[in-house]
């Protein structure tokens, strides 16, 4: 199994793709920190994936010193973090006409600084093992919507975070 023995935290994996690629890590011998901000959504992936294969952290990623406490408490869990998968996003509807520098900040707060913020703590962990990050962007990155500014935009900024990382 090619992810035998390795620690994982997913952000937004009690549903959709961080769900999916939660599932996919233990099948592949992983541990994982199921992440999100429904508590029953999160108890129904560990019932999936099995209770001895992972554990929960529910938090607004937002919220200050979110990252740091999901870091300290995987290292506590488990007593290592080899790979980070940020996914958690605020995909919300929006144009020039009806966003505002409050509502840019809120989608921005989870989908770029939140998942510079879990690398930035998660940093020392992944250095001792050698670990990895995988940061969900989306094809709005490069291309635009016009119904999806704010998240557009935020996920043009966390793929340039993603190559700028990328080259540390």
Not at 23 to 34: I, Q
Not at 93 to 111: A, G, K
Not at 142 to 168: H, I, W
């Amino acid at each position: 199994m090619r992810l035998n023995n390795k620690i994982i935290i997913i952000t937004g994996s009690t549903t959709g793709i961080g769900k999916a690629i939660a599932k996919r890590c233990v099948n592949e011998g992983a541990k994982v920190m199921v992440h999100g901000l429904e508590l029953e959504w999160a108890h129904e992936v560990l019932e999936e994936i099995g209770k001895e294969n992972g554990s929960i952290y529910i938090e607004d990623l937002s919220n200050e010193g979110a990252c740091e406490r999901l870091v300290e408490s995987t290292v506590k869990t488990f007593g290592k973090i080899d790979a980070v998968v940020n996914n958690a996003a605020k995909v919300v509807s929006s144009n020039i006409s009806s966003t505002d520098l409050d509502f840019l900040e809120r989608v921005f707060n989870v989908n770029t600084f939140s998942p510079f913020m879990l690398v930035k703590h998660a940093l020392p962990y992944l250095t001792s093992s050698k670990g990895a990050v995988l940061n969900i962007g989306s094809v709005n990155a490069y291309s635009g919507e016009p119904n999806l500014l704010a998240y557009s935009m935020s996920k043009g900024a966390l793929m340039t975070m993603t190559r700028n990382l990328g080259g540390c």
